[in-house]
């Protein structure tokens, strides 16, 4: 009884202010604690590239909960000079055309979603590349 009488009314009043200066339930530490986590973005498993004339058929295993894809092609192994490609989330395939017959093209597919950060700006996240190679006709 003795302890809960004087605990209480020292405790409340010393512990904030002694101790910390900024009670812990106080909005200042929120916002500086709120930060927006990327959600993750699984790889893509299955991705094939079928040669035609002048032309790459690129088809891909769906992914659940993406905003789209994003596709890169480039005549180099390191992707140096690439062409990216942003693609609609209820697609599986596309077709690149315009490319130089009996050439190697490295083609590389990830998936991404669009989140939104705590100041309504909209940011994507990505998948890691799936990364094959084929040359045209």
């Not at 959600?39 to 295993?61: D, G, H």
């Amino acid at each position: 009884n003795g302890m809960s009488s004087g605990d209480s009314p020292e405790g409340s009043d010393k512990n904030p202010l002694g101790s910390n200066p900024v009670p812990t339930g106080s909005p200042v530490i929120n916002q500086t604690v709120q930060k927006v986590v990327p959600p993750s973005v699984s790889k893509i498993k299955k991705c094939s590239v079928k040669a035609k004339k002048k032309a790459l058929s690129i088809s891909w295993k769906k992914l659940k909960g993406v905003s789209g894809y994003e596709i890169q092609i480039s005549t180099n192994k390191k992707f140096k000079k690439v062409k990216t490609l942003q693609i609609k989330k209820n697609k599986v395939s596309c077709t690149i055309k315009k490319l130089k017959s009996n050439k190697k093209y490295y083609v590389r597919i990830r998936g991404y979603k669009i989140y939104q950060l705590a100041d309504g700006t909209n940011k994507k996240a990505y998948g890691k590349y799936t990364v094959t190679s084929k040359k045209t006709k």
